[in-house]
């Protein structure tokens, strides 16, 4: 592909490894930076209903990246839809680039919050959840993507058992899960979900199709999570 | 936690037979159910504590006023939530678990993420004394001292809690600390949410009295040449006005916090930076009492009783202007 490509250009799945190779450097999360890839992907090229026009627009659907850690992937998706242009890419970390390797909110055109320190996107996702109910905008959707060994953070779980029966039906959560957790057991995951109310499904992180049946399935009255499993992470 | 509701009348016996029997935090409710009323952006965040004040409210407004149970870290990033939708949300719980325990949803749900909320705190550093150490605060302003962009209000009466809460729901979209306390003065002051006010004039010292200590102050003072300045809002710090009394009455200063003895004294050193100064920052002593008891006994052990001011006053002041003889 070519690098010194236009900002109107259109690029599509295929063109993301390319967009993510321009971002160079010591960048030491990378396994975790493809690992969402997919999911990020089928969410921004098919679901979420947000664009770089409407990025202000109170009914937009939020995206909220909890997961910071090897943001790669994300900022590939951004620049590939348009909310970043490809040529801040390579600057990928440096002091005077918007893009390091946690997500600044305040620098990133179409981030919707910063994040790095696991375990605060789910409770804001709930904030935001919350908010728009309030104001009367019960179409828009809140996504919050968070990682399996990030659900080891406490704060997500006074999120995942206020949700449920507080019926956030506009919530979702995408969990990533490459098995990175120290501690887990099989079906752990979805299984503290469905416990606090939570609608659930478990599906191939790296399955486009079944990604987006996921995404868009019915849940109504109650919050839903997608377990989105994808290789173990390397090392 | 606890379900504790503070039931200290605030100043007690007004020595007159009446009583003052309303506290701040009898006010927190029934202030912000208005604004609820009035102010479609108004949001109220609560972890239990404080929830039977709004009953009324969140029949009206089922939808503003959130309860997460008892979830602090929650408590403050739904707040941050709410705020990313254009709410102004006024989060409360007791100091203790409004900023200490979910301090890096403080700093990042918050700060980092360029949200404003009100934080409205009760409880302040000892004012359930019996509950123990788990439930004082006194570090709560000093905390938040290492972030950038907070107010911080300390009224000292009910009536400048109710006047100090406007002040912060108004403030755009601000991150504000309003900090409830059963301790007050006897009677409330005009105060006007950002500037110190000039309670006596003296020309040997400046003493900063903040919220509710201002009574034992004024009583301490008593007789001494001191200019006393009543502060209810300490963050930002009324520099200037510390300047306009330092011209005549010098630049001895002493202050008096009801939280964590020196929280302001680096304020003081920045306002006065250019001029030779002396600063004495009295409030509650870091070490752990390990007591309980009551709000007075504390007090005393933190000598922020008249007696116990007196004499660190007296003292500061007079060494002073001994030291200007030389």
Do not use: C
């Not at chain 2, 890096?104 to 359930?128: P, R």
């Not at chain 2, 630049?251 to 003895?261: I, K, M, S």
């Amino acid at each position: 592909m070519t690098t010194t490509a236009h900002d109107s250009r259109t690029y599509g799945y295929d063109d993301l490894p390319g967009l993510m190779s321009l971002m160079t450097g010591d960048e030491k999360h990378g396994p975790a930076a493809t690992s969402t890839l997919d999911v990020l992907w089928v969410l921004y090229d098919r679901v979420l209903r947000v664009t770089p026009e409407r990025r202000e627009d109170p009914a937009r659907d939020r995206f909220l990246l909890s997961k910071g850690h090897g943001p790669m992937a994300y900022y590939a998706v951004l620049a590939a839809k348009g909310f970043v242009p490809a040529d801040w890419l390579p600057g990928f970390g440096a002091y005077d680039s918007p893009l390091g390797h946690h997500p600044d909110r305040v620098l990133v055109p179409g981030a919707e919050i910063g994040s790095g320190s696991l375990g605060h996107g789910l409770p804001i996702a709930v904030g935001s959840a919350l908010g728009l109910r309030a104001q009367g905008l019960h179409d828009p959707a809140v996504w919050v993507l968070i990682g399996d060994a990030e659900l080891d953070e406490g704060s997500n779980h006074e999120a995942i058992a206020f949700a449920g029966p507080a019926g956030l039906e506009r919530l979702h959560t995408i969990v990533v899960d490459n098995s990175s957790a120290s501690h887990a057991r099989p079906g752990g995951i979805a299984a503290r979900f469905e416990a606090a109310g939570w609608s659930a499904v478990s599906v191939d992180g790296r399955d486009h199709e079944a990604l987006h049946a996921a995404f868009t399935a019915a849940h109504p009255g109650r919050p839903h999570v997608v377990v989105a499993r994808v290789e173990p992470k390397a090392g | 936690m606890s379900s504790f509701t503070p039931s200290h009348p605030a100043g007690s016996s007004d020595g007159k037979g009446s009583f003052v029997v309303d506290t701040m935090r009898d006010r927190f409710a029934p202030v912000i159910s208005r604004l609820l009323d009035e102010d479609p952006r108004v949001a109220v965040v609560l972890a239990e504590i404080g929830k039977d004040g709004f009953r009324e409210a969140i029949a009206r407004h089922p939808d503003r006023v959130v309860n997460v149970g008892i979830r602090e870290q929650l408590l403050v990033g739904a707040a941050a939530g709410l705020a990313l939708t254009g709410l102004r949300p006024v989060v409360h719980t007791f100091a203790s678990f409004l900023v200490e325990r979910p301090f890096e949803q403080v700093k990042l749900d918050l700060g980092h993420q360029d949200t404003g909320a009100v934080l409205v705190s009760a409880a302040a550093s000892f004012d359930w004394p019996a509950g123990g150490y788990t439930h004082m605060a006194p570090g709560d302003v000093a905390l938040l001292d290492t972030l950038d962009g907070w107010t911080v209000h300390v009224p000292g009466h009910p009536d400048e809690a109710e006047t100090l809460l406007h002040h912060a729901v108004a403030a755009g979209d601000d991150k504000v600390y309003v900090r409830l306390s059963v301790q007050s003065n006897r009677q409330g002051r005009v105060i006007d949410g950002r500037h110190f006010v000039t309670v006596r004039e003296g020309r040997a010292g400046v003493v900063v009295a903040v919220g509710p200590v201002l009574d034992a102050v004024l009583a301490a003072t008593a007789g001494l040449d001191v200019t006393v300045l009543y502060a209810t809002t300490v963050r930002p710090f009324d520099a200037a006005g510390l300047r306009r009394a330092a011209q005549a009455a010098g630049t001895d200063v002493v202050l008096v916090e009801p939280y964590l003895a020196g929280t302001s004294t680096a304020a003081v050193s920045e306002a006065l930076a250019d001029l030779p100064h002396r600063v004495l920052g009295l409030g509650v002593g870091r070490r752990e009492l390990r007591r309980y008891g009551t709000v007075e006994e504390h007090v005393a052990a933190h000598g922020l009783d008249a007696h116990g001011l007196r004499e660190r006053i007296g003292g500061f002041v007079g060494a002073g202007r001994a030291t200007a003889r030389v």
